[in-house]
């Protein structure tokens, strides 16, 4: 008889029983459920609504299955549906009818979004530290290559020199955003559902706030039914995700080209690429392709959550199940994607040469050119309009900028140029054009490397705010039990 069935005269049918199970994939959420069902327990004591006797009992049954699920020595039901009834279930067979006093004051519905937000929490954490890492590494990159040439382009086309390192701090800068955007996320997950119900509180006096201090959590919610039915909180995440993916998929798309042959900007390192079964040159660069392939994947749980809870009434529907697999998936994913694409990062060899002769192709030089004009005294158009002829005649002739002589420069820019000297051929310098873009956030060495302390200075301050405060916060509920040791951020 399922703990529901009083008012069931037979039991579900086994189709039934598969279909509405989520077992298979909420197990995971074991640990939180025991832990929320621990401080539950102990506030029920503590408000005389069961004896502290009865409370004690039932968190030891906890501790002691907690420890057993861990081991591997417990094996979860299908007919007891998930893990909030697969968890009571066992633990009125472990102590007795004394478990079912344990229920008292909640519901399924309150229990799960407890389950839930307490799971986002600790991955939120756990996906910081892994973008923290990914940070690091760039910054490092970044820091050895802050005066190495490379092309900058738009619409794929070479546009200006910069540099390596001016290039990668642009994903810093991405991945700083999607730090952010996490923390900001914690602010409306760190709310306590539990004492909502099933939508509209209960008759016992719970004290909602010794619960939510024993579990880490800032604040309990404000209102029953929206408690039991919000699921902003992992459409937030699930957004936010998608946007470190689309981060992560812009830069490998970027990493599958430097490693063609006809960039040749990289070398993949053997550990994180792949060879052909029929082409025994091959090295493909399939880390790259599969972030950019699974990239999909979490836009498809980001809008599978969107769709379900579109048309939903308050409070909880049966819909919201869909939830989990589609949050699990997509933090999995993310992290997954993290934990290669660091290393794979790490590892790669950069081509100074091959970059450098790319960057003096294509008139990458010719804005500096027309600055250089408009400094002896030409409109910033009429120098752009004299460039472009100018870079016309190059086509024409097969020659760079920096190979006209000066009396081609006035012939062919139009004449009537202000006094032109050799100085045009240092303005035309790659490593010049590169060291005048002094403005705050640009590609010169001298900007890249205040840039890279500013990011030092924001890891820094960021770790240990959230070592100090947030961190502490997901400890509480995990240390009490001594089992932080599969859970630590």
Known sequence: M??????????????MDDFHSSISFDRRLYRYDILGSMAHARMLGQTRIITAEEAAQIIAGLEDLLTEIEAGQVQ????AEDIHMNIETLLIDKIGPVAKKMHTGRSRNDQVALDTRMYVKEQILRTRELLFELVETLVELAEEHAETIMPGYT???????????????????????????????????????????ALAGTTFPLDREMVAKELGFAQVSENSM?????????????????????????FCEEIIFWASQEWAFVELDDAYSTGSSIMPQKKNPDVAELIRGKTGRVYGDLFTLLTVMKGLPLAYNKDMQEDKEAL??????????????????????????????????????ATDLADYFVQKGLSFRDAHHRVGNLVNYCIRRGKA???LTLEEFQAESGGNLPALDEEVYTVLELENVVKRRQTYGGT???????????????????RKSQRNKVAKKLEKYIQFLGKLRDSEP
């Open 155 to 197: 619409h794929l086309q070479i546009a200006q020199p910069v540099t390596l390192g001016h290039h990668l701090l642009a994903y810093v800068e991405m991945f700083k955003r999607d730090l952010e955007r996490l923390t900001d996320c914690w602010q409306r997950v760190d709310v306590l559902p539990l004492g909502s119900g």
């Open 226 to 250: 929206d408690s039991v039915s919000d699921r902003d909180y992992v459409i937030e995440l699930l957004g936010a995700l998608s946007l470190t993916m689309m981060h992560l998929s812009r």
């Open 444 to 462: 010169s060495p001298e900007q890249v490397r205040e840039a890279i302390e500013r990011v030092k200075a924001y890891l820094a301050e960021e």
């Open 76 to 79: 979860f039901s299908v007919s």
């Open 2 to 15: 399922k703990l529901w069935g009083g008012r069931f005269q037979k039991e579900t049918d086994q189709l």
């Open 401 to 403: 900028l920096e190979d």
């Open 328 to 365: 699990f998936d997509g933090v999995e994913t993310v992290q997954k994607c993290l934990l290669i694409f660091t290393p794979m990062l790490a590892t790669l060899t950069f081509r100074k040469e091959q970059m450098r002769e790319a960057a003096g192709q294509g008139f990458s030089n």
